[in-house]
């Protein structure tokens, strides 16, 4: 069974960077059926998209973020990562990786939609990162 | 970016009712809607992909429709485990997005 596991900082100070790892366990994160991605929830708020990846290293970014944010993959590790830098207050959040994709694609290097099309079915418990002096 | 409006905010209702949360995009978006389940403290949970499919896993109680800007989700009979908050969110464009979200309480 696939699971996906956030890992990381609680605690970052205002003007750095939040680095976040994502590893995915139970199955290969070189699926060619699959798109990584991260998504943010800031404390009693909504959910927002920061971005994805593929295994091959293509990424998509959410522009209101896209100056900030860099997603690298890790295939012999399995993992994923998240760097967000220049952070404030206003970053402080719930980060969720998440596994979007069907087994049913069975080329390569679909639009993105492709893959979100049949949502996100696996999602990392959460880690609360906090930016904080 | 492709707005996405939920509807209601938030609403109360017993075990056994059927309950009905819309959601509206500022643009078409074909099918390209999936809603997800979120408890307190936990990860959201896919529900519904493209509009109406149900994953695997998911009660049959649950059921989406609608396409190009009008999507509904529906339980058709909430039942105690039901009790969360809503998100539908688009995936047709990039930014991908998600509605504001509908927290279903008990009544």
């Known amino acids: ?133 | 970016d492709s707005q996405m409006t939920q509807s209601p905010s938030s609403l109360s209702a017993s075990v056994g009712d059927r309950v009905t949360i819309t959601c509206r995009t500022s643009q078409s978006i074909s099918n390209y809607l999936n809603w997800y389940q979120q408890k307190p403290g936990k990860a959201p949970k896919l529900l519904i992909y493209a509009a109406s499919s149900l994953q695997s896993g998911v009660p049959s109680r649950f059921s989406g429709s609608g396409s190009g800007t009008d999507f509904t989700l529906t339980i058709s009979s909430l039942q105690p485990e039901d009790f969360a908050t809503y998100y539908c969110q688009q995936s047709y464009s990039t930014p991908l997005t998600f509605g504001g979200g509908t927290k279903v309480e008990i009544k």
């Open chain 1, 1 to 133: 069974q696939l699971q996906l596991q956030e890992s990381g900082p609680g605690l970052v100070k205002p003007s750095e960077t939040l680095s976040l790892t994502c590893t995915v366990s139970g199955g290969s994160i070189s699926s060619s059926s699959h798109h990584w991605g991260w998504i943010r929830q800031p404390p009693g708020k909504g959910l927002e998209w920061i971005g994805s990846i593929y295994y091959s290293g293509i990424t998509y970014y959410n522009p209101s973020l896209k100056s900030r944010v860099t997603i690298s993959v890790d295939t012999s590790k399995n993992q994923f990562s998240l760097k967000l830098s220049s952070v404030t207050a206003a970053d402080t959040a719930v980060y969720y990786c998440a596994r979007a994709g069907d087994y049913g694609i069975l080329t390569a290097y679909n639009p993105l939609r492709d893959y979100y099309y049949y949502g996100m079915d696996v999602w990392g418990q959460g880690t609360t990162v906090t930016v904080s002096s």
